[in-house]
């Protein structure tokens, strides 16, 4: 991974702040929209829907991933320094191996963790890789840890948290297995939907010389991300 160690010009950290304000707005704005939980209307359909509904769930699933900005937050910074199609090819798919094991694991044998202290980890995972990209472990401790290893890691964790929330919906036994499959095709999808899209905006950002430039001031605005996250979950866990 790159070290980044350029100081922010004094226009850049007005721009950071910009940015770290308007989260903090989305985030204060959007508490029922918050990591996995879901939407009511798809809350009540899951809940209410018994035997095998392939279509819709292939279509829940899609969703929940292409507005899971927790799962897109994270895929940006496993990409931001993946230049090959190749190397994004290998990450995403050991994301996408860990998500998908620990879905199927944790809902069909009925073992899950609290949801808040879940989605914290997963916050951590954003913060994690932010630092990462920013080349602060290869600084501070003088080694580099897996990349690849971290991102199985993290999916397994990112699984697990949509596990604990679909567990608590309480699906109807029959269709489960068919239901749950379709739904982690779907996540699946929606998957390589949000990252074509991240892909093709990284494309054009890369093409200029401002990526460069500005990518110290863009991870560090991820690991403020990540941070926020995990500092929402952990309040939720208090007062809960």
Not at 11 to 37: K, M, P
Not at 163 to 174: M, N, P, Q, R, S
Not at 179 to 199: D, K, S
């Amino acid at each position: 991974m790159m070290q980044l160690t350029k100081k922010l010009p004094a226009q850049t950290l007005t721009r950071l702040f910009a940015l770290l304000a308007v989260l903090l707005i989305f985030l204060a704005s959007g508490a029922e929209a918050l990591a996995h939980n879901v939407a009511e209307g798809d809350k009540g359909y899951i809940q209410e829907s018994s035997g095998a509904l392939i279509l819709p769930f292939i279509y829940l699933g899609a969703k929940h991933m292409v507005t899971g900005y927790d799962h897109l937050l994270f895929l940006f910074g496993v990409i931001f320094f993946l230049f090959r199609l190749k190397d994004v090819g290998i990450y995403v798919t050991l994301f996408a191996f860990g998500h998908s094991a620990t879905l199927l694991f944790g809902v069909l044998t009925g073992i899950s963790a609290n949801a808040y202290l879940i989605d914290a980890i997963i916050g951590l995972s954003v913060v994690y890789k932010a630092m990462d990209n920013l080349g602060a472990f290869q600084r501070w401790f003088g080694f580099q840890p897996s990349t690849k290893a971290a991102t199985l890691v993290f999916g397994f964790f990112h699984g697990f948290g949509l596990a604990t929330k679909i567990i608590e919906f309480d699906i109807a036994e029959d269709g489960l297995v068919p239901n749950l499959l379709a739904f982690n095709v779907g996540v699946e999808i929606g998957q390589l939907l949000a990252l074509g899209m991240i892909l093709i905006l990284m494309g054009f950002w890369r093409r200029t010389g401002s990526f460069m430039r500005h990518a110290f001031a863009a991870n560090t605005v991820l690991m403020a991300a990540g941070f926020m996250l995990v500092g929402y979950q952990l309040v939720g866990f208090a007062v809960a």
